[in-house]
């Protein structure tokens, strides 16, 4: 244990070594699934997006990241989600995976991603470089049954498979692009079609929406993802959903907190609801600014400090402005009192988190009144939120 640490990329010829870190860490890839893993791995090293850190020769901590885009106010950013993070158990909690983490971090600015995201198994290591609660991934319970009596039937829903992808990709482009959603991420398009052809995926399409559901626990129905333009489509594709009720009682879904399933269903089950939490970092703080969306309607101006240790170049004084939808956020020159911000107060306000939480937290310091309204006029929106867990 006393060769030296160095950050590398993880070379086909190590992927054995990173299963068995991985199995110390997850548990055993389930038989049949290791081929998998190996040619998504592949995919991954070759794009400089699977990195470890090895001691001499061997590998002790491994990450990959994934090319993801992720909705914010309705428009896609990239976004690194990073994933399988594993140290080797004689070397945790030596600051090896701190010094993984650094690298990913550095890596995911180089490959040009403003924002990153990830589902922590533990935060303490996550928040200590930068990142923060930015949502999280709602799961309802609703009765079979009561879904079924939904209606629709005036609208033809028919199966669907990997040959809609690219529909469905449009389709969820409109919802969210006019919900101006946050939070959503968005699969490599050859991922969405993987999932479409998975014989255990169920994929009904109307003219303006579409329903990917399965087998959850073979007992029950699991809904995926639906995405319904029209309160006609969201009746007849829960409905369609919901017909299975003779044999499976409920319907568990992925939905945002905000879907109107919620204010269609009359009866459901609040106290299954689950919510696994996700949390986001800024890269690269003017480029996540630019790339996401705001609401039309307003118009903000305000000054930010942001002191950010890991990534420098995030660091200092900033103007934000939002107009027309778009976002700015140019070095200042302003010289009153700036709303003070680490990267954990960065992301979180990114998220739509109200200043006074940051503040109750000791994540925002400085400023005034006036620029707690502006930021939360520029950021609140409706609850991030993710479906899918990476
Ligand atoms: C989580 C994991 C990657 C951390 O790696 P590590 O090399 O032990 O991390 P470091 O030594 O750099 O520790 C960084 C900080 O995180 C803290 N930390 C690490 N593991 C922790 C845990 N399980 N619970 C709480 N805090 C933890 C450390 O105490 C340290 O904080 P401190 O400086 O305030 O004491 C590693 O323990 C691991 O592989 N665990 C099993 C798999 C896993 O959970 N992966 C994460 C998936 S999101």
Request: aromatic share 10%; hydrophobic share 45%.
């Amino acid at each position: 244990m006393t060769d030296a640490l160095r950050f590398i990329d993880i070379a086909e010829d190590q992927l054995d070594d990173v299963i068995r870190v991985r199995t110390r860490a997850f548990g055993p890839l389930a038989s049949g699934d290791r081929e998998q893993w190996v040619k998504d791995a592949k995919v991954f090293l070759a794009d400089g997006r699977y990195v470890g850190v090895v001691a001499g020769d061997e590998v002790v901590a491994a990450a990959r990241i994934w090319d993801f885009r992720q909705w914010w106010g309705g428009r896609q950013v990239p976004m690194a989600g990073i994933a399988g993070v594993v140290v080797s158990p004689e070397y945790r909690g030596r600051g090896v995976g701190s010094m993984l983490m650094r690298g990913v971090l550095k890596r995911g600015l180089d490959k040009g991603f403003p924002i990153s995201a990830l589902y922590p198994a533990t935060t303490v290591i996550y928040r200590h470089l930068g990142y923060e609660f930015g949502g999280g991934r709602y799961r309802f319970s609703f009765r079979a049954a009561d879904l079924r009596g939904l209606g629709g039937k005036e609208v033809s829903v028919r199966r669907a498979g990997p040959d809609d992808a690219a529909r469905f990709l449009e389709l969820v482009g409109k919802v969210h692009e006019s919900g101006r959603v946050g939070g959503p991420i968005s699969w490599p398009d050859e991922k969405v079609a993987e999932w479409l052809a998975e014989d255990e995926s169920f994929a009904y399409l109307a003219d303006d929406g579409f329903v990917v559901y399965r087998w959850d626990d073979g007992e029950n129905l699991r809904v995926e993802e639906l995405v319904a333009g029209s309160e006609a489509t969201a009746r007849a594709l829960w409905a369609t959903v919901g017909s299975g009720s003779s044999i499976a009682e409920t319907v568990n879904a992925y939905v945002s907190p905000h879907d109107p399933v919620h204010l269609l269903a009359s009866y459901e089950a609040g106290k299954s609801a689950q919510i696994q939490r996700w949390m986001l970092r800024l890269l690269d703080a003017p480029a996540a600014i630019a790339a996401r969306g705001f609401a039309p309607s307003i118009a903000v101006e305000v000054d930010l400090q942001v002191d950010d240790p890991e990534l420098p170049a995030n660091t200092g004084r900033w103007h934000l402005s939002v107009a027309d939808g778009i976002g700015r956020l140019v070095p200042s020159e302003g010289t009153g009192d700036a709303v003070r911000v680490g990267p954990r107060g960065l992301a979180a306000l990114y998220a739509g988190t109200p200043v006074a939480a940051l503040r109750g937290s000791g994540l925002a310091s400085g400023g005034s009144a006036d620029s707690d309204t502006f930021l939360d006029t520029a950021f609140t929106g409706p609850t991030p939120y993710m479906l899918d867990y990476f």
